[in-house]
C-alpha cells in the first residue's frame, strides 16, 4: 500500500487523463496518474492530426508526449499499473492494483475505450493474420496489397487516407449511407485516387488457409452478397476495422451508474453519482468523441474535484500541502524520449543533445557492468547501423561496455549468443554470461524504451515484479526461445519485449529476442505474420496481440 493519500487519482494517461493532471497541477493538488501501458492511450495509434486547434499538424504519439511532458512539468506523478478492483464509497477511495493499493481523497476515470470488434465469422480467426485494428502498427505489412477499411467515422476516413501509403486501393466499406465525420475528412476520401468507397454494404465473412485470403460482403439494401479473393500473387490483403470503441469501464459495472451501451453517466461538471468520483473523456455518453472534447473534459473535472478537495479537507481539518513528484514515477516515464514518433532515425539523428541528457539520468542508477555485444555483418547497413548504435550509447556510462567483431572473427562469441541473424547485439551481464536478452534490428522508434529498460533491468535495480510472477519464472525447466516481433511504430511492442527478456535475465533456460520484422521479410513469410507484436514460442507457436509477463509466463508454462 502507497504511503500517502492523494488529492486525486487519475485513472488512465489519454488525452482527458493528461489533460486532467496539467489542470490538477496547476492547482497544486498531490496527484497520481495510474495507466497500465504508455502515456497517451488511443492517441498513440492516430498517425496524423490536422483538426486540433493551434496545432496545424501533429502525430497522434508526439502531441501525447508533449502533453506528458507538460504534466511532468507540473510535478505529476505517473505509475504503471492496472487497476483491477475499486473501493470508491469512503472519504478516502481505494484503487487496487496487483500488488498495491492506492489511496486519495477524489478519482478520476478516464479508462477511455478499446477498439470495437464486429463479431463476423474469421474475424477472430484472422486477427494478426490481416485483420487488423491499428493502421500505425499494422499498415507497413500491407505494402503492395489490397486493403479495406471497414467504417464510415472519422476514424476510418483518416485511417484509410493513412493508408494509401501501402496499399495499392483502399476500399472503404461503411454500413451507412454517407461519412459519420466532417465534410471535410469525408470528401478527401471520396476524391482520393486510390481509396474506393462502397456505402451500405457490410462484411459478412472472411476466409482463408493460415492467412486471409477471401472475403464476403453483402448490400444492407439489396441483399445481395459480392466477394473478393486475393490474386495469386498476393496471396493475402488487409482488412482494417474502425468501427468506434467499447467503453473500458467493466469494472465499475454495479459501482456507478452506466447507461445501457457501458458508458459512465456524468453530469456537465463530470460528476458521477458518487461523491469525490468523476468520470472524462471517450467512456461518457457523448454527441462527439475527439481529442478536443477529451481535454475539455479532463479539464472541468480537474477543476471541480480541485473545490471538491478542498472543502473535504477543511471539513476533516486537513492542513493543505503540496508535496513534490516522487519516486512513483517510474523508470519507464524517464525513458519517454522522442522515440515515440512513427519515424525511425538513425543513432546518431535520435540520440541528440536532449535524449542523451535523458539517458545519462536514466543510467545513472546502474551499479553493475552491462557488455553490449555485437557480431557486425560488413554487407549489412543495418548491422553497421547498430554497431555505431552502441557505441554512441556506451558513451553515456562507465558501466555500459561493448565488444564489437565483424562477423567470423569472434566464432565463440556467436556461438554464445547464438548470432544467427543480422543485425544483432546481446546482453552480457557483469559476469560476461549471456543474459538471454537479443535484439535484431536497431532499437529506434519505440524500442528504444525496451532497449533502455533492459539495460536498466540488468545492470541496475530493476523494475519491481510480483513476487508470485518471479518464482513462476523461476520454475521454468525446459528451453524456451521467445521471439517478439515487432514494429518500431508499435506502441504496444515494448512491453511484450521487456516482459519477455525479464523472463530471460531471471531464468537462464529462456531466450528473448527483439525483431524487427520490417527487417525480415522471411520470418513474416515463413509464420506469416500481418500484424505485431507476434509473440513466437520455440519456432512453433504464434500468439498475437500485448502480452503481459504474468500471460507470457502462462503460455510458455502451459
Known amino acids: ?50 483538426n486540433y486547434p493551434g496545432i496545424q499538424k501533429i502525430t497522434g504519439p508526439e502531441l501525447m508526449d508533449e502533453m506528458h511532458k507538460q504534466a511532468l512539468d507540473f510535478n505529476i506523478n505517473f505509475t504503471n499499473a492496472e487497476i483491477e478492483k475499486v473501493d470508491l464509497t469512503g472519504t478516502v477511495k481505494k484503487l487496487y492494483a496487483k500488488d498495491e493499493v492506492f489511496e486519495g481523497y477524489s478519482v478520476l476515470i478516464a479508462t477511455g475505450a478499446t477498439p470495437r470488434k464486429l463479431g463476423f465469422p474469421g474475424e477472430e480467426v484472422f486477427t494478426g493474420r490481416g485483420v487488423a485494428y491499428c493502421s500505425t502498427c499494422d499498415g507497413e505489412f500491407f505494402e503492395g496489397l489490397d486493403i479495406f477499411v471497414v467504417g464510415a467515422g472519422f476514424a476510418a476516413a483518416e485511417e484509410a487516407i493513412f493508408l494509401t501509403r501501402f496499399g495499392k ?46 472475403a464476403k460482403f453483402r448490400s444492407n439494401i439489396t441483399g445481395e452478397t459480392f466477394e473478393y479473393h486475393a490474386s495469386p500473387e498476393d496471396q493475402t490483403f488487409g482488412l482494417f476495422i474502425f468501427v468506434g470503441y467499447q467503453p473500458a469501464t467493466d469494472i465499475f459495472k454495479d459501482i456507478i451508474p452506466l447507461d445501457a451501451n457501458g458508458y459512465i453517466l456524468t453530469d456537465e461538471n463530470m460528476r458521477t453519482a458518487l461523491s469525490g468520483v468523476y468520470a472524462a473523456g471517450d467512456l461518457r455518453p457523448k454527441a462527439l468523441r475527439q481529442i478536443v472534447t477529451a481535454i475539455a473534459d479532463g479539464a472541468i473535472a480537474a477543476i471541480d474535484a480541485e473545490k471538491y478537495v478542498a472543502d473535504e479537507k477543511a471539513r476533516l481539518g486537513i492542513e493543505e500541502t503540496f508535496l513534490e513528484a516522487s519516486s512513483l514515477s517510474t523508470i519507464k516515464d524517464a525513458a519517454q524520449f522522442k522515440s515515440s514518433s512513427v519515424s525511425t532515425p538513425a543513432a546518431n539523428e535520435f540520440l541528440t543533445p536532449d535524449i542523451k541528457e535523458q539517458l545519462r539520468t536514466v543510467f545513472a542508477k546502474l551499479d553493475k557492468e552491462v557488455t553490449l555485444a555485437t557480431i557486425v555483418d560488413p554487407e549489412n547497413p543495418k548491422s553497421i547501423e547498430l554497431k555505431d548504435f552502441i557505441i554512441s550509447i556506451s558513451d553515456l556510462n562507465d558501466y555500459i561496455t561493448t565488444e564489437i567483431y565483424n562477423l567470423g572473427e569472434n566464432p565463440d562469441l556467436e556461438i554464445l549468443f547464438h548470432a544467427d541473424k543480422f543485425p544483432v547485439v546481446a546482453l552480457l551481464d557483469s559476469e560476461n554470461y549471456y543474459s538471454g536478452v537479443k535484439f535484431h534490428g536497431v532499437p529506434g522508434g ?83 505474420l500481418m500484424s505485431v507484436p507476434a509473440l513466437i514460442i520455440n519456432d512453433t507457436e504464434v500468439h498475437f496481440g500485448a502480452k503481459k509477463i504474468d500471460e507470457i509466463l502462462e503460455i510458455i508454462s502451459a
Open 1 to 50: 500500500m502507497t504511503n500517502r493519500i492523494y488529492d486525486l487519482l487519475i485513472i488512465g494517461s489519454g488525452p482527458a487523463g493528461l489533460s486532467a493532471g496539467i489542470y490538477a497541477g496547476r492547482a497544486k493538488l498531490n496527484t497520481l496518474i495510474i495507466e497500465k501501458d504508455l502515456p497517451g492511450g488511443q492517441v498513440r495509434t492516430t498517425s496524423e492530426i490536422v
Open 169 to 214: 486501393k483502399v476500399t472503404v466499406i461503411a454500413r451507412e449511407p454517407e461519412f459519420t465525420c466532417a465534410k471535410t475528412i469525408a470528401d478527401k476520401v471520396l476524391s482520393h485516387p486510390k481509396i474506393e468507397v462502397k456505402f451500405n454494404t457490410e462484411v459478412v465473412e472472411v476466409f482463408g488457409d493460415q492467412m486471409l485470403q477471401s
Open 446 to 528: 519505440h524500442e528504444l524504451n525496451s532497449f533502455v529498460l533492459a539495460l536498466y533491468n540488468l545492470g541496475g535495480p530493476g523494475q519491481a515484479l510480483d513476487p508470485t510472477i518471479g518464482e513462476g519464472i523461476l520454475k521454468i525447466d525446459k528451453p524456451v526461445n521467445i521471439k517478439v516481433c515487432v514494429s518500431l511504430s508499435c506502441h504496444f511492442c515494448p512491453d511484450v519485449v521487456v516482459s519477455a527478456q525479464r523472463l530471460a535475465m531471471l531464468n537462464p533456460n529462456v531466450e528473448a529476442e527483439m525483431i524487427d520484422l520490417a527487417l525480415f521479410p522471411d520470418i513474416k513469410k515463413q509464420y506469416k
